[in-house]
């Protein structure tokens, strides 16, 4: 296997590309390096590719998404500037007739554009004005299996590469090359295609070198005589949306939010803090109430939904890992006594996932299956609430799954340790970093990540780790709690930011150790 | 070597992807001196940004100022090669072409759109640009090169006719690094009051104090206005010469024709690349470059390979002048602008 690397070397340092719906993209997508090699192919041979370059181009576009190695960016400030707008013949006439109206003035037919800049920061994000090129480079990798068979193809594609001068704007000038090479580029992020949420980008389809050569053929016909022939978009055909994620930024699993509705219906149901541990076992017996009515095989529903490895006849529990649904009970985060929605006040909503990601369609059908059932008290059966499923984009939610992301992050509810820390700091934070590889985040981050800790909370709301001794499982009473304050970090220092939900530590399947972000991005 | 093959390896397929310069500047008045960079519109949204200096801020606490921008840099730079400008010392590179609109006189290097502007078009160049941008479409660049040159080093979009669109070939930009922002504060005071001598009605309708305030008939304060910036990082002007792309778009089929259209147009983007753009940039920005700091020139190769290199501005005229000599400039001429054909252009337009 090897790796077929076209590296792109934005010269100055800066790219201005934006992708649908006129956003700042980043990394720069893998059609818009196919469009520049389509450019570069045109301006050699117009519109007749020969045929080696047409299946040269046919055979890229038929690769799967490649992996995209770039560097650390920063966005820049967007500002409008205005533009000629290419209408001085409307000025030449007024200054013919010696006019000297508003048509005579050359600011008149101006026009306002936006421009937002995207620094590239080098690998080692050094200070953007002692960074040079060799930082600026991004690269997009595909696997071969075997070279020989394409060797014709990578030959074309080469020498395209290698002629390259501009991928986004026509400020972003580069320098382009590509090789087979053994290893991986060494730039400081890959962001890989997802079968999750992430950076959406365009990827060449198979008919994209076509598509692309109609459209800009449409485009140089686009005025006939006096009339103006409006060039549609580029076909769908031409690419497919691929949702890319950077290696450090864990999946954000698919997740169900609900919201507890009063069985009146008037008002939403809220519970105490301390109870959230009730409000999980309740949400789960309804999950595996209905998931049971709803046909699926017990051995799902027991491991899935109850999180039991053994039998049912079994004595001894057996874990089941990360993939099981985890019932996170969601207390509102309020502006009571703060400027900012700090306050943790009354648990009115709820999260179902599977840590674990991959899961979909089971947590697509718990959203449909639980919406508008009852949650039931164990003890008396008394109905103390209605579930209703909520859109992902409600704003409490966002404080959980914020969906931006966010560096900072501390508890609303303690963290159980895995393990006794004797109280000594050094196990302490061990013992904290320990819980976040459990759940799920790559060891790196773990180990960059800024810790803080202690037994009162970082927000107002929140109660002392006291007040859940007496509550969490008996399995678990032995372990401290406390409260904890996260700053995600690069290797360097810098900040991170990640995607929720963040629940660590021994109750994470039942919303003890929840996070909140902290500094939500607008 | 002579002159004239002085630079055939930026011309070759193997050459250097592009030249890069880092020149490190400074206001006149010294290092910590005060300037004046651009200010801007508004961000559609003006939350963003509300309008003024651009300046953007990194996490660590550093930041960039841009004090001329790609855009700008280039209106300053192209009328160099205007025969009125830099006494005419680069007027022999280009044919000088001008529409004559009424008393105006319009140089195809001041146009915004170059070969493509509309003034132009509304000339008789019109017949003569649209048979270039024709050209152009198929792959011939020598009849835009014969008339209008500077289009090809700067970039141009025909977006009123044929469409042909050719890539700019050089950036510049200027920016200040890790600035301290000012702001400054001013009162006008009238020669006389005029109210308070009974020179003018006293009143306290706003539409006339406004009024009076514009005639400068009363005090008006002004505070907090921009006041410029100190640059504790330094200013720097980047400039990025790109030759993958003048050997990939600047193209004529006869292989002898091309070699001369390449070195001509390649000697014309040094001129423009080399030119020193210091000086007078607008008020309170006057910038010379810095004598303590190094100035960096480099070759990058498309593999990220940076080599030195080091052409003086007089060398890259030297070069142009005898490269334009080989390939032998359009004719300069003066038309008048039509209006017979901005109306037809209108109509068209119109529907």
Redesign the interface.
Known sequence: MSNFIISVTFLNGTFHGRCDGSSAEWPPSPMRLFQALVAVAGAKWRTDFPERVQAAFDWLACQSAPDIYAPNFRLGTPYQTSVPNNAMDIVGRAWSKGSTSKDAQVATHKAMKEIASTYLLGDDEQHWQTSDESSWKVSYVWKIDSVEKVKDHINVIKELASSLYEVGWGLDLVAGHASLEADSPSQANCWSPSNTAGTALRTPRPHAREALQQRHSRFLNRISGTTLIPVPPLSPLAYEVVQYRCTDDPATPTFAAFSFIETSGAKMCSFNLLSGMQVAGMLRHAASTVATNAGWPDETVNRLICGHGEPKEADKHEPVGRERFAYIPLPSLERRKTPDFNYVGMIRRALVYIPSGGRDVEVHSMRRLLSGMELIRKQDKKVEALITALPASDRMVGHYVPPKGASTWSTVTPVILPGRDDRKEKKTEKLLRKCIVQAGFPEHLANNALLDWRRVGYRPGTEHVKSYQGKVPKHLKKFPLYHVKITWRQANGRPLDVHGPIVLGGGRYYGIGLFAAEDLKK | MSKLDAYDNYLA??GP??L?IREPLMSVEGTDGVIFPAT??????SR??A?GY???T???G?N?CLID???SQANRIEPIFDDRECDGRYEELVPQLR?Q????E?SILE???RA????V??SELATELNAAFQAV???DCLPLAKSAPTSLVF?VWD??????KL??LL?S?IRA?DVRKLTRSAQFTPATTYIDDGLLEDTKDKKLRDAYSERGFIHVPASGSHGGIIAD??V?R?A?L?L??L???C?TTDPEERKKLQRYILGLALVAFTYPTTGYLRQGCNLVLNPDQTREFKE?????E?KDAQITHEQALEFAQAAAKDFGIGESKTVP?D?K???A????KE?
Do not use: M, W
């Open positions: 397929d193997n992807a592009a890069v801007y519109a508004a961000a559609e949204n963003v940004f309008g651009n300046i953007d990194f996490d660590d550093s960039i921008s790609v855009g529409v609109a009424g008393e105006k319009v146009a915004g759109h493509g502007d509309a003034l078009r509304c479409l198929k792959g970039g977006s009123r006719d044929t469409q042909a890539p700019r950036t930009t690094f990082g330094g720097r980047d990025t790109s993958s792309a050997r990939q778009t193209r990058v190769h498309g593999n990220g940076r602008f209006k054909l901005a109306k252009d209108l109509k068209k529907k």
